[in-house]
């Protein structure tokens, strides 16, 4: 008996048997020539953005300059490899105890103090040639004044914008003159160089930040740098270092803020820096000169006031020794710094206004100081400042006893020793005692003396 099969079933079969029989042919001419297949082009994978450099960002100076941007992209950045936009972060936290030993307050206290900072804003590259770095600080302030009922005491530092081509660099905006920075330990940068006892030594001497523009060009390790800033003295840090009697013998930098005119500063006062450099950096040692020279113009609202001039000589060095311990590596970095600064004073004595007192201001700032890191950059180091002014004052004839100018000599000293234990590529340990001297010739009841320990965390992206 024939058996039967479903229509749908027979058409199955049909179509199986003709799939193998045209298939057949073509698997056997695979087999006898096999066909030259080209292989697929190679798909380019683009680089992984490159690693943060601990080496390069945790440097001491990455904590105050705005390094120009990579040439490729970073990791924390989006963008293509030469547009890109990457954050700009660093937080610190942590302890601060302070012990009064001398003050012109006998009843002020010293108090424990847990203190923080943070810095934010962007970088980045537009192409090849063209970088830019903007960069706000929440500010750290005494015993946590930067920050009251949620609300922060902000400042504003870099806003750069720089081309860089051949070897040479054009920046305008607020820039810091890299030569104006003074070499220091790296084991004291646990608040960002924030506190009294790591930033007023830098200011002394001519760090310089502010609106303006500079240019730079580097070479066989030389750079030669020309840098220039014309405005309200509030809009430069390189103002702290004028020194003399203004207005109710306060300094220069603090005149504009004795009077504010519609929530304003003072902008009666105008000035001017020119500072040419010169630096040289070699794998053994680094050394910087520069001079700032400036100019003053008391009262724009008068003809008649004569006008300020002063300089800063300033000079730098750092040597880089390299050791090797078995098993351990270790580098020494002694570093030495000098800068003495002069300026003309004007006489605020009543009835000699529009006068200059003959006898100039003058400071000597030196430091200097040591770091050893230990198998890359963790380890100890100690800084040391001094600053020696002699500020003049007048004093009217009276009777038979004619007009002098008497000189008030004040000496201030500052101590850091730390240590820096990096437990990752951005975030670090550090501990350190930090001490601060101030001696006022013939008025030792106005000596101050105070020390304090620190004990922080930070981040640095």
């Known amino acids: 008996m024939t058996p039967s099969f479903p229509a749908a079933a027979r058409v199955a079969v049909v179509c199986s048997l003709a799939s193998t029989l045209v298939s057949a042919p ?5 087999t006898e020539a096999p066909a030259s297949v080209p292989a697929p082009a ?6 992984a953005p490159a ?23 970073p990791l924390f950045a989006l963008g293509s490899e030469t547009y890109f936009i990457s954050p700009v972060l660093s937080i610190a936290g942590g302890f601060q105890s302070e012990h009064l030993l001398a003050n012109p307050l006998p009843e002020k206290e010293g108090r424990l103090t847990t203190v923080a900072i943070s810095r934010f804003g962007a970088q980045g590259r537009l192409g090849p040639y063209v970088t830019f770095h903007s960069e706000f600080e929440r500010n750290l302030r005494s015993h946590g004044s930067g920050i009251w009922e949620g609300t922060a005491s902000l400042s504003v530092r870099d806003q750069v914008l720089r081309l860089q081509r051949w070897g040479a660099t054009v920046e305008a905006g607020i820039v810091l003159d890299p030569a104006s920075v003074d070499f220091f330990s790296a084991h004291m940068g646990d608040l960002l160089l924030a506190d009294k006892y790591t930033r007023d030594p830098l200011l002394y001497s001519g760090f310089s930040r502010g609106q303006g523009a500079q240019v730079r060009y580097s070479r066989w390790g030389f750079t030669a740098g020309l840098s220039f800033t014309e405005a309200n003295p509030l809009s430069t840090s390189a103002s702290y270092m004028v020194g003399g009697a203004f207005g109710g013998n306060s300094r220069f930098w603090e005149r504009p803020l004795g009077t504010f005119r519609n929530g304003q500063p003072d902008d009666d006062l105008h000035f001017r820096v020119i500072a040419p450099s010169l630096s040289y950096e070699h794998p053994a040692f680094e050394a910087k000169a520069m001079a700032q020279v400036f100019h003053i113009n008391y009262q724009t609202n008068s003809q008649q006031d004569p006008p300020l001039d002063g300089y800063n000589l ?3 060095l750092k040597l880089k020794l390299k050791g090797l311990i078995p098993s351990l590596p270790f580098e020494v970095t002694p570093f030495v710094n000098v800068a003495r600064v ?3 004073v004007v006489n605020s004595a009543t009835g000699y206004a529009n006068t200059l007192l003959e006898t100039p201001f003058d400071a000597l700032t030196v430091s200097g100081g040591l770091d050893v890191f230990l198998h890359g950059r963790s380890g100890v180091g ?10 003049p004052s007048f004093v009217p004839p009276t009777g038979s006893t004619l ?8 000496t201030t000293t500052y101590v850091n020793v730390g240590a820096t234990w990096w437990m990752f590529d951005q975030v670090a340990l550090g501990a350190r005692v930090a001490t601060f001297r101030r001696e006022i010739q013939n008025k030792p009841e106005a000596e101050e003396r105070d020390l304090s320990a620190f004990l922080t965390l930070r981040m640095i992206l």
């Open 403 to 410: 007009a002098s100018e008497p000189v008030l000599a004040t």
């Open 342 to 344: 002069q300026n003309e």
């Open 26 to 30: 073509v698997r056997a001419q695979d």
């Open 382 to 391: 100690v800084h040391v400042a001094r600053v020696a002014d002699h500020t």
């Open 314 to 316: 300033r000079g730098n």
């Open 51 to 73: 690693k943060p450099s601990a080496a390069t960002s945790q440097d001491p100076d990455a904590l105050v300059l705005a390094t120009p941007p990579p040439a490729t992209r």
């Open 42 to 47: 190679p798909v380019e994978t683009p680089a």
